[in-house]
Structures are given as C-alpha cells and as structure tokens.
C-alpha cells in the first residue's frame, strides 16, 4: 500500500490567495498529513479531483445535449463538500459521474481522479446513499443494521465488535428509540421518512469508507435532525479522515455553516466553487450581496433558479432576468483568481499524491 512516503515532513498548508476577488480570502487548507496511514485506518485517504468535466445524454442522430459543462473541483479528506443548485441543475448527475455510476445514457468525457490516477475505486473504499431510501420492509432498524453490519465489515472484526459498531452507528444517527421499530413501506406502515433516510446513511457508514456520497441526505428531516445528522457526517469525516459529497437542497444556515466547501451549479454549470465561508463574498462582489439576517443558501438558490422566471417583472426596480444573473455569475467564476487557485489546488494535490 502506497504512504505516500516522503509527505510526513510536509506539514498542513494553508493556501491564502493574495491575488484572490475575494480579498485575503483563505482558500482552504491542503492538509498534506492526510496522506498519512494512522492507526485509525489501514486504508488510504482519498482526494478525488476532476479538472473539466462534462455530461451529454443523447446521441448523434437526436444531438447531444449537456447536462453538466466543464466542472472542475475536487474533494479532499477530512472535509464535507456541498453540491447545491436549484432542481435539475445537475446536482445527482454530478454525483454519478464522480462515483462512476453514469448509466449508458449519460456519456462522461474529462477525468475523474482518484488520488491523481485514473483507476477504478477499490472494492469496499466507497459508499454511495442514494435518493431512494432501499430498505428491507420487515425487519427492525436493528436488525437492518446489525445484518448490515455483520454482512459488511471485515473478518478482522469479531462479531461483538461489528455489533458494537452497528448500536454505536444507529446512536450516531440518533435512531436508538427506533431501534425495535419495524422499517415498514407502502401498505405497512413503519419509520417516518426522515427515519428511513438515517437508515440508509446508518448502513452505508458503517465501515467508515474513505470515499462518501450522499444524494440529498437531508430531505425529510426536519432542521434540528439535518442538523444533527450533518454534523456526525462532519465528524465522522474528520476524525476518520473520510472525504464527502453531498447534495443539499435547502440547508438551513446552521447547516450550510457546516460545510467546509461548496459547488454551486445552475444550468450544469459552476457558479462558484470554493471554500463555503468565501462564497458571500463571492456574491456580494458580483452585485448579488445577501442581505443580512437571510439564509445564505436561500439566497444563492434564489438568485440562480430559472424556475420561476416569469414571475419576476422586469420593469419593476430593473432587476435583471435570472438568466442573465447566471451567465454574470458563471462568466465571473471562470475569469477569478478564485477558479484559477482552485486549479492550481488540483495541480498541487496530483504532484502531492503522485
Ligand atoms: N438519463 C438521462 N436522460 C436525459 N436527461 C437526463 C438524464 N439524467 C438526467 N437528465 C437531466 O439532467 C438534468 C440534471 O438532472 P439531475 O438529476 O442531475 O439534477 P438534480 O440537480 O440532481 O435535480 P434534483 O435536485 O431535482 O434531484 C435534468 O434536466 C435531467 O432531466
């Protein structure tokens, strides 16, 4: 297994932007001691990176259309990475094609690099909870997790610590007082949807993989749960050096203070990218500030989605189509020192792991 030997005298850097649009702006640490196999895990961290990456469904005859246009990003340990943008937008496409799990529909062109190579995830070092919660109906919480658990984790463990480690999991998710309640479905009713959605994060967390994709791991939960819930995510993250992308709809501000960066798309293209905390800034420069007291997630989604675009008048206070507010944006992003850093991260993290 590769160390990444030679790393350890490389202390965590933070990299500060003196050129960045966003003033003195801290860009987000590179925490080289990532690489670093502790005794907390045998496995190697993962920094996915995806330097201009495109999705097209149709074909040749029909023509292609573009899903998503040219994204570029990355993930690194320890750190939970927010994928937002109104419905649509690309948000679970993104997702996909970063997990490596495009239908035949959907054609990926760009690299996806895991570590800075072009490889196949290994087996067991990834987790991906879906939209869709796909959950066994009959049994209990318990036993979903507890089979889980015993199914899924390593001949290394003995069978009390896997049992130890599925009570300790459906704690982290705040399930113990469902923990006899039968999981139920259509006609029989059980869980709560919020419920169902903590299972389905319980089962794919258990093995602490290194790589997580959430899809929306929040909906139906109400905001003290999202909250909760997140923050164990941000934990978990930290502590076992795990690197996570998840798509969010409508975080709550104490939820969005949560994420350490965030990927904001409209219309499959990136509208900002970067560290969560710049990303005010990044608006208020663009002529888009939030006012104070709202939710800075609210209002970049308002700012962004096309949805409802008839029912804003043009004529009233000269405000400008959402369109056009999306192409400033999207045009502004890609002309920053902001995008330019985020590259250079991405060259620095391939030269880092290589
Ligand atoms: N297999 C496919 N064939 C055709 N169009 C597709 C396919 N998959 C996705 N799309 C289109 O791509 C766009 C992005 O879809 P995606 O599901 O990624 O959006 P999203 O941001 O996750 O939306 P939501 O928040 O509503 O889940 C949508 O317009 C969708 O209709």
Same mark, same amino acid.
């Given at each position: 297994?590769?160390t990444?030997?030679?790393?350890?005298?490389?202390?965590?850097?933070?990299?500060?932007?003196p050129?960045?649009?966003?003033h003195g702006?801290?860009?987000?640490?590179?925490?080289?001691?990532?690489?670093?196999?502790?005794?907390?895990?045998n496995?190697?961290?993962?920094w996915?990176?995806?330097?201009?990456?495109?999705?097209?469904?149709?074909d040749?005859e029909?023509?292609c259309v573009?899903?998503?246009?040219?994204?570029?990003?990355?993930?690194?340990?320890?750190?939970v990475?927010?994928? @937002?943008?109104?419905?649509?937008?690309?948000k679970?496409?993104? +997702? /996909?094609?970063?997990?490596?799990? %495009? $239908? =035949?529909?959907?054609?990926l062109s760009?690299?996806?690099?895991?570590?800075?190579?072009?490889?196949?995830?290994?087996?067991?070092?990834?987790?991906y909870v879906?939209?869709?919660?796909?959950?066994t109906s009959?049994?209990?919480?318990?036993?979903?997790?507890?089979?889980?658990a015993?199914?899924q984790l390593?001949?290394?463990?003995t069978?009390?610590e896997?049992?130890q480690?599925a009570?300790?999991?459906?704690?982290?998710?705040?399930?113990?007082d469902?923990?006899?309640?039968?999981?139920?479905?259509?006609?029989?009713?059980g869980?709560?949807?919020g419920?169902?959605?903590?299972?389905?994060?319980? @089962?794919e967390?258990l093995?602490r993989?290194?790589?997580l994709? +959430? /899809?929306e791991?929040?909906?139906? %939960? $109400? =905001?003290a749960?999202s909250?909760?819930?997140?923050r164990?995510?941000?934990?978990l993250?930290?502590?076992?050096d795990?690197?996570?992308l998840?798509?969010?709809?409508?975080?709550?501000?104490?939820?969005?203070?949560?994420?350490?960066?965030?990927?904001?798309?409209?219309?499959g293209?990136?509208?900002y990218?970067?560290p969560?905390?710049?990303?005010p800034?990044?608006?208020?420069?663009?002529?888009?500030r939030?006012?104070?007291?709202?939710?800075?997630?609210?209002?970049y989604?308002?700012?962004?989605?096309?949805?409802?675009?008839?029912?804003?008048?043009?004529?009233?206070?000269g405000?400008?189509r959402?369109?056009?507010v999306?192409?400033?944006?999207?045009?502004?992003?890609k002309?920053?020192?902001c995008?330019?850093?985020i590259?250079?991260?991405?060259?620095?993290?391939?030269e880092?792991?290589?």
């Amino acid at each position: 297994m590769d160390t990444a030997s030679g790393l350890g005298s490389r202390k965590a850097e933070t990299l500060v932007d003196p050129e960045c649009d966003c003033h003195g702006a801290v860009l987000g640490p590179l925490v080289l001691d990532s690489m670093h196999v502790g005794p907390k895990s045998n496995r190697r961290a993962i920094w996915l990176t995806w330097p201009d990456v495109w999705v097209t469904v149709g074909d040749h005859e029909d023509g292609c259309v573009p899903i998503l246009q040219g994204l570029t990003g990355f993930a690194q340990p320890g750190e939970v990475l927010a994928i @937002m943008g109104p419905s649509g937008c690309g948000k679970s496409t993104l +997702l /996909d094609a970063l997990a490596g799990r %495009l $239908d =035949s529909k959907r054609r990926l062109s760009g690299q996806i690099l895991v570590n800075g190579r072009k490889e196949p995830l290994a087996y067991g070092t990834s987790a991906y909870v879906t939209q869709d919660d796909v959950l066994t109906s009959t049994l209990t919480v318990k036993e979903a997790v507890y089979f889980s658990a015993q199914l899924q984790l390593p001949d290394t463990m003995t069978p009390s610590e896997k049992k130890q480690r599925a009570e300790a999991t459906i704690k982290e998710m705040g399930l113990h007082d469902a923990a006899g309640t039968r999981i139920g479905g259509w006609g029989n009713k059980g869980l709560s949807n919020g419920q169902r959605r903590r299972v389905s994060i319980c @089962m794919e967390i258990l093995t602490r993989p290194k790589l997580l994709f +959430l /899809d929306e791991p929040t909906s139906g %939960l $109400d =905001s003290a749960a999202s909250y909760y819930v997140m923050r164990r995510i941000v934990g978990l993250a930290k502590q076992h050096d795990m690197t996570v992308l998840a798509s969010v709809h409508q975080p709550s501000s104490e939820v969005f203070g949560l994420f350490h960066k965030l990927c904001l798309l409209s219309q499959g293209r990136t509208v900002y990218f970067g560290p969560s905390s710049n990303a005010p800034e990044f608006f208020s420069l663009n002529g888009f500030r939030c006012p104070s007291l709202q939710n800075p997630s609210d209002h970049y989604l308002r700012t962004i989605n096309t949805d409802f675009d008839e029912d804003i008048d043009p004529g009233l206070g000269g405000k400008p189509r959402t369109q056009e507010v999306i192409k400033v944006l999207a045009e502004s992003y890609k002309s920053s020192s902001c995008y330019r850093h985020i590259q250079q991260q991405i060259e620095d993290i391939h030269e880092m792991v290589s």
